[in-house]
């Protein structure tokens, strides 16, 4: 080992250990020492970390550099062929052996080698090594890297690499915690609710009033399907019914805050009256999509699993968003008057056999009462609500709201 190496080796460390702590992004981290170790002639020209992940469909990520101006995040989603390309990558062998793997990439290629190699070798490069990143959990990720210099790397170079390894390893997995816990609160409690959580908006009774439009959305006829399906068959009826609902509702900018039993509920935030037209809006366009979300669930389905169908209620107006629950069992949530009779109207709904519910509120934020479905007393509430019931084929058209499809009905007692 050359005297350089060490002294290359303590100037990468005492970054590692100072201003490269304060760096979240991965791709700049690999970026900088990317840049570092250039400066410091050690002839890399690509390096990349993988890094296994605990997230609901994302298997791995690797963030790549290369000395060609890639940038990128590459994120390895749970698929067949994931497996075949991983059984043929020198990273199997680092994360299941905890060995490093070296490969000197010769003009022609070998009778068997790692699927990465032949992309490398037509990419000009000569030396490829990948390195244990062992974690403090006792998981092993990887680093690797791969240079374009003649001669490979040297032992130096190798050996500056093997002292680095493990300071970065300890800040990719900072970074990897930062975002695990991301995805879980953003998997389970939602992103606008998941990042007040890691801001430190813990306490319980601690929140915000909010202007929102609130949807529901109800499963018809659950407790019956409940009690005749396996539970496989039952998870699975779920899982294309919430599919369904959050999928539409997350496409048209809204959030879904939980799942209670066989209901959906979801919010579309806004703060004046311009937001609260646009909000009510793509609120409705989420449903109509529901709609048709189920009911190509259902003619594509098999016949173990029932046909399946929900009613959708928005309702408008100021909700506390925030922690309720005890002193050790918080929930992030929504909750008021507001929010009490969303789930009232998507009772109605369900009792009045119609798809889509509009409240009363939400028809006068889109400027558009259209469709009088009828005027109900409903549980909790002293006064009367009128609903609306819109034309699934027509929400999002011109003839939505014409003058011509009013049909108001008797004031009916529920």
Known sequence: MSLEAPLIAAQVMQWLSGDAIGIKDSLV???????????????????TTGITLLHPNVRAESAIWTTDGERALRRYLEAENLEEAYNSSPLKVVYVEG??????????????????IPD??????????????????????ALTLATRAPGGFTVSHIAVFETIVRPLGLICELNTLRRTAETVLNTYVGPRAGSKVLNGSIKRGEGELISAVVTFADLRGFTQLSNKLPGDKLISLLNNYFGAIAETVEAHGGE???????????????TDQVEARDAAGRALLAARDAVLRIAD??????????QIRAGIALHAGDVFFGN?????????????????????????????????????????????RHK???????????????????????????????????????????
């Open 29 to 47: 981290l690999v970026g900088e020492l990317g840049k570092r170790l250039n400066e410091a002639k050690v002839p890399v020209d690509r390096i």
């Open 99 to 116: 060995r490093a793997v070296r490969v000197r990439i010769t003009p022609e290629p070998e009778a068997w080698e790692y699927g990465v």
């Open 120 to 141: 490398l070798r037509a990419a000009g490069y000569t030396d490829y090594l990948a390195l244990p990143m062992p974690f403090s959990d006792g998981s092993t990720k």
């Open 256 to 270: 879904v805050l939980k799942f209670i039993g066989d209901e959906v509920m979801a919010i579309f935030p806004y």
């Open 297 to 306: 669930v259902n003619a594509s389905c098999c016949e173990e699993i029932p």
């Open 324 to 368: 309720v629950g005890s002193a050790t069992r918080l929930d992030f949530t929504v909750v008021g008057p507001v929010v009490n009779l969303a789930s009232r109207v998507a009772d109605l709904a369900k009792h009045l056999d119609r798809d889509i519910l509009v409240s009363d509120a939400v028809a006068d934020l889109m400027g558009c």
């Open 372 to 414: 009088l479905h009828g005027t109900y007393y409903v549980k909790g509430f002293e006064d009367p609500v009128s609903v609306f019931a819109p034309d699934v084929s027509l929400i999002g058209t011109e003839g939505a709201c014409s003058e011509s499809l009013i049909a108001s009905r008797a004031f009916d007692a529920n």
